[in-house]
């Protein structure tokens, strides 16, 4: 079982910086990839930006040059992640969710949603 808490988000003007972070904890084998998802008003969840266990990111091209997904992995039972945005505009408004892909330690995968942040970029 893996729990997700996730910290950061609110309200910024366009043009400006939030950080997201979601720890990840639990019982567990490993986390095999961390993602940001984010579901905008009136809107379908969209994937944000992912990394795998081995560093390697993904982003969706909205967000490519302006976010940055990045993961600490301080143990083997618990890993950060953190979504650093920059030059947010109003359409990345959207409540931000962190997922994670882990394998349990009946060595099965399974997928984990944390609660979502809300981020509303507006003047």
């Known amino acids: 079982q893996v ?10 003007q366009p043009g400006g910086s939030a950080r997201l972070s979601c720890v990840a904890s639990g019982s ?9 998802y984010r579901r905008a008003p009136g809107k379908q969840r969209e994937l944000v930006a992912a990394i795998t266990i081995g560093g390697s990111t993904n ?7 302006r976010f940055t997904i990045s993961r600490i992995s301080r143990d083997a039972v618990k890993n950060t992640i953190y ?36 981020v509303t970029v507006s003047s």
Request: hydrophobic share 35%.
């Open 3 to 12: 729990q997700l808490m996730e910290s950061g988000g609110g309200s910024v």
């Open 59 to 65: 982003y969706t091209d909205s967000v490519k040059g």
């Open 83 to 118: 979504l650093q945005m920059d030059g947010l505009r109003p359409e990345d408004t959207a409540v931000y969710y962190c997922n994670a892909d882990a394998t349990r330690l009946d060595l099965q995968r399974d997928v984990y949603w944390g609660q979502g942040t809300q």
């Open 28 to 36: 567990f084998w490993r986390i095999n990839e961390m993602a940001w």
